[in-house]
């Protein structure tokens, strides 16, 4: 039979567990996300890319070196607006980060949404918790290679879009902005996610295929595939958009559908928190409750003893 002194140290290891965990789950990591439309590398090759995880691209880059299941946990911490001091040419889509190492693959087969040109389009952030914080938005000049590796210098000077605090809907932040004209082809669109109350800065490459706006009176197409996924017909049950869509002002191109992202997200979601407040409250129960229960023995033991 465990003895109280050993029930002790057993409540004392359970409680410095709950509160490392809880340490863990309020700090300012719980500030995720990443570009659903246009869809970014991250999300494509993570477990919510259902069309697009199992691509060549996609599996290039796991097998480069890429945390795939934290595919809303590209930050670095600290940055303070200064992007182009911290993350250095080459691996702006990593964030300079080895881990992720394998989003900086320089090739032209990641997948990619059809976007058009010179039209409003709603972009959309994947959120597994919401944050305070600034969103800016940049393509690739006319010229961008995407054999070659990504720079600073490749991307506009400007954001064509940027927004603070925008709502959150269906999981995901959504903001209006327009692609600028005159560009067409492979691009990639760059987003950058700066929180305000937290220290934390957010970066996403999404790989875009530009196409000129249809004349006026035109009719507009709503989707079509921009690339064939490779090997791929769509999987049973799995999202029933294309690969890849053209972005209309009426809507998006998410390519992952409204899926719960918190419930499959390495973050864990909202599940972990809970998880954590109930091992916390039985780490923090059980020594108050073996401590009452050696004092009654105590008090038993001393009141037989003054009666005899």
């Known amino acids: 039979m465990m003895t109280v002194r050993r029930r002790l140290v057993v409540a004392a290891a359970l409680t410095a567990t709950a509160l490392l965990l809880t340490g863990l789950v309020v700090g300012p990591a719980l500030a995720h996300g990443a570009p659903g439309s246009p869809v970014s590398r991250a999300v494509a090759c993570g477990p919510e890319g259902r069309q697009t995880n199992r691509s060549a691209a996609c599996t290039a880059a796991k097998a480069a070196g890429t945390a795939t299941e934290q595919w809303d946990n590209v930050r670095l911490s600290d940055v303070a607006g200064r992007d182009r001091e911290k993350v250095p040419d080459g691996k702006?889509?990593?964030?300079?980060?080895?881990?992720?190492?394998?989003?900086?693959?320089?090739r032209a087969d990641w997948p990619a949404t059809t976007l058009r040109t010179g039209v409003e389009l709603t972009f959309t952030y994947r959120t597994t918790i919401p944050h305070k914080g600034t969103f800016r938005w940049y393509v690739t000049r006319a010229g961008y290679d995407p054999s070659q590796p990504l720079s600073w210098s490749d991307l506009s000077e400007r954001p064509f879009l940027t927004a603070t605090d925008p709502p959150v809907v269906d999981g995901s932040y959504r903001m209006r902005g327009k692609l600028p004209a005159g560009l067409s082809g492979r691009h990639?669109?760059?987003?950058?996610?700066?929180?305000?109350?937290?220290?934390?800065?957010?970066?996403?490459?999404?790989?875009?295929?530009?196409?000129?706006?249809p004349a006026a009176g035109a009719r507009a197409?709503?989707?079509?595939?921009?690339?064939?996924?490779?090997?791929?017909?769509?999987?049973?049950?799995?999202?029933?958009?294309?690969?890849?869509?053209?972005?209309?002002?009426?809507?998006?191109?998410d390519v992952l559908g409204r899926s719960t992202v918190a419930a499959t997200s390495g973050s864990g979601g909202a599940l972990l928190p809970m998880l954590v407040a109930a091992l916390l409250v039985a780490a923090l129960g059980l020594p108050v409750g073996l401590w009452l229960r050696a004092r009654r023995t105590r008090d038993r033991r001393r009141l037989g003893s003054t009666t005899h």
């Open 221 to 253: 197409a709503t989707s079509r595939p921009a690339t064939t996924p490779p090997g791929g017909t769509q999987p049973s049950g799995g999202s029933s958009e294309p690969v890849t869509g053209i972005g209309s002002p009426d809507g998006t191109a």
């Open 188 to 213: 990639l669109v760059y987003a950058i996610w700066q929180n305000s109350s937290t220290p934390d800065t957010y970066y996403s490459c999404s790989d875009v295929i530009l196409e000129s706006a």
């Open 92 to 106: 702006l889509c990593s964030g300079g980060m080895a881990k992720f190492r394998g989003l900086d693959l320089a």
